[in-house]
């Protein structure tokens, strides 16, 4: 899903304002959420050419997880290099 922020991975704004939602007490959230906001901004201004950002908006762990696995190409400890 593409995020309002402009990035190719992570959690869109409106992803990430509903997760903090569910865990930030009310005086933090907006604090919270704007500190996100900014950091997002930071990693799509800073991140080296080829960084590879992984989009979570309504994706399981377990799917996060193997696109992470794919594109590092990590086997686990138990595979000899």
Partial sequence: ???TSG???GASDATA???LTGREPGSELETEFAAGVRKARL???RSAAGTVRVATDGRTVAGIAREVLA???WRGP???A
Avoid: E, V
């Fill in 17 to 19: 304002r509903a997760r």
């Fill in 1 to 3: 899903m593409p995020s």
């Fill in 78 to 80: 138990h595979h000899a």
């Fill in 71 to 73: 594109t590092t190409g």
């Fill in 7 to 9: 990035n190719s991975g």
């Fill in 43 to 45: 990693l799509d201004q």
